[in-house]
């Protein structure tokens, strides 16, 4: 019976010294989680060997290596399902045929037929040949597609709650608000970090979804 998470050579990897050296570009493990205020993913077969310490996400963002601890990227498990940079998670589903996937954690309603609406004009511009490569992978279409994500509603739930002192039967209610246009404690803030903060909590969808949602037809402009 083959293994089924196979490693070593087997894997796409050499034992050339350096730890990602040989890794092939179609391999399982092609990209990599790293951090930089938010996880981020890398494309091993970009890194430097010669500069090990730093390198270019997907998104273009300089990020850190812990080259001793590199680990598959995955926004579905922790530490990737942890605050994901959005450009990250939506190139590398573009590029490694994964979009279905990560649609179906988008489980707002408007923020999901919104990016659905959007991958399917660029399907729709792609088969009549207005793109040179994959339409799913084109940066225009990802920052729509990242954008929407973002801003994607949360619910804020009372700290009890949030706490599992409750006695709410399944999901707790809770207020929407936007994450991206919201302002939350920061570090300084002790046990209160990531509290949303009263002063300027955005109640969801906000505008900058709508104005997606209308612009990919999901909503008309007199629905807001």
């Known amino acids: 019976m083959p293994d089924p998470d196979p490693v070593g050579e087997e894997a796409g990897y050499q034992d050339t010294g350096h730890p990602i050296a040989g890794l092939k570009a179609a391999d399982t493990h092609r990209f990599l989680t790293v951090v930089h205020r938010g996880w981020h993913a890398i494309d091993a077969t970009d890194i430097d060997p010669g500069c090990t310490a730093h390198a270019w996400s997907v998104c273009a963002t300089i990020v850190r290596v812990a080259k001793d601890e590199y680990q598959p990227y995955d926004p579905a498990v922790v530490p990737g399902s942890y605050d994901p940079c959005q450009e990250c998670l939506w190139t590398v589903a573009a590029r ?46 990802l920052q729509l597609v990242a954008t929407v994500a973002r801003h994607a509603p949360v619910i804020l739930v009372a700290e009890g709650c949030a706490e599992g002192d409750c006695a709410h039967a399944g999901s707790c209610p809770g207020d929407l608000a936007c994450r991206a246009c919201s302002l939350q404690e920061g570090s300084w803030a002790g046990a209160g970090e990531g509290m949303y903060r009263e002063e300027c909590t955005v109640p969801a969808p906000c505008a900058v979804l709508l104005a997606l949602a209308k612009h990919a037809g999901v909503i008309t402009k007199g629905d807001s």
Do not use: K, S
């Open 96 to 141: 490694t045929d994964t979009l279905d996937a990560a649609l179906a954690r988008l489980t707002d309603p408007l923020a999901h037929d919104t990016v659905a609406a959007i991958f399917n004009e660029a399907g729709r511009l792609g088969f009549l040949g207005q793109y040179d490569a994959n339409p799913m992978d084109d940066p225009a279409t």
